[in-house]
Structures are given as C-alpha cells and as structure tokens.
C-alpha cells in the first residue's frame, strides 16, 4: 500500500498544472517560504479531501451527481484560475530582493502575506473539479474494491500525501534557486508569462464544461 501512495504521488507530483505554476511564482516572488505556503494550502485541501473520502464517500457522490454540477464547479474553477492570472498580469508585483519595505516589513505583515498565498493554494485546489473527480476516482478504483482496513489506509494515504509534500517542497526550493539568476526584468516577464498560463488553463477548463 505504501509503494501504491508513492508512486502515485510521484505521478501527480509531475503533473504540469496550475498547481505547478502557483508554487513557482509564489517561490519566483517572495521566495521559499511563499512558496511553501502556496504548497501548504494545496495539502490542507488534500488532507480534507482524504477525510471527506475516507468519512464522507456517499455525501461526496451525491453531491457530485447533482444536475450540472461538473458544469458550475468547472465554471467557479475557471473563473478562480482566470482571476489570479489576470491579477498576474496587471497588477504590478516586486520581488522581496528587490522590496527593501517588505524585508523590513513587521513579521504580521509577512505572515498576512503568507496567508494570502497559503489560501490561493487552497482554493485553486479545492475548487479544481479535477481535484474532486480524482478523489472519487481514487476511492471507486482503490479504496472500495481493496477493502482496507485502517492501517492499509494511513500507508497508502501517508505515502500519496508524503510524497506530494516532498516534491512540492522541492519545487518551492527549486523557485528559490531560480529566483536569485533572474533580473527585475526577467521576474516580471515570468509573472506576466504565469498569468498568461493561468488565464489560459481556466479559459480552456471553462470551455471543457460548457
């Protein structure tokens, strides 16, 4: 059950995605601290999500087989992924090496500003239909038909979210890295260029649903 979690966390942990995007310009931004409340959020939606699985199987069904339920949540979906890329192309953004008021900011302005990233996280992945699809998924190919006990469960789940935590660490550090060999020019560009992937990942899961 163990090597099952890892290997498909591993397999999700590749995934080029909106997820993906949101870690590196959190990390490309402020750093791997920002970084890593990006990737924070996103395993507190999993962590609910494993329990709604675990806890809340039927509920979770229904409220997936409500009429045009695939179409609202990919609606909101979208229009969250297009929100955050538009405010990705327009709103003018400094990076923390460049933004001596930030460093010298007090430590609750930082914090709010983490939070901030920590909740974008979360609701990119709490609102994907993707994430909820794959959840039942999960729980219709694995979980039902294996018949886990308890423990079968903590070693698949441990092993899945273990994984996703590691690499997603890894890719806020990675951003970190990047971050000190761009430009002020080169930091924008790749903000604009995030925006850009953002708008067009919520245009085309839109254009999916309708």
Not at 5 to 34: D, K, N, Y
Not at 61 to 80: D, E, S
């Amino acid at each position: 059950m163990l090597i099952q979690g890892i290997f498909l966390g591993l397999s999700l942990s590749f995934m080029v995605g909106p997820l993906l995007f949101a870690i590196l310009q959190a990390g490309i931004e402020r750093g791997f601290r920002a970084g890593l409340a990006v990737a924070g959020g996103i395993w507190f939606s999993d962590v609910l999500y494993v329990i709604a699985v675990q806890y809340g199987m039927e509920t979770m069904a229904a409220v997936t087989a409500l009429p045009n339920f695939k179409v609202w949540a990919g609606l909101a979906g979208g229009m969250l992924l297009v929100a955050f890329g538009i405010g990705n192309l327009f709103i003018k953004k400094t990076a923390a090496s460049e933004d001596p008021q930030y460093e010298r900011a007090a430590p609750a302005r930082r914090q709010r500003s983490y939070f901030q990233y920590w909740m974008k996280g979360f609701l990119l992945n709490t609102v994907n239909p993707f994430t909820v699809f794959f959840w039942i998924g999960i729980a219709g190919a694995v979980l039902i038909p294996g018949g886990w006990g308890t423990r079968e469960l903590l070693l698949f789940f441990g092993g899945m979210l273990g994984t996703l935590v590691i690499t997603d660490t890894l890719k806020a550090y990675a951003a970190k890295r990047i971050r000190c060999f761009l430009t002020p020019r080169h930091t924008q560009w790749v903000q604009r260029s995030i925006g850009f992937i953002l708008v067009l990942f919520g245009l085309v899961l839109m254009a999916r649903v309708l």
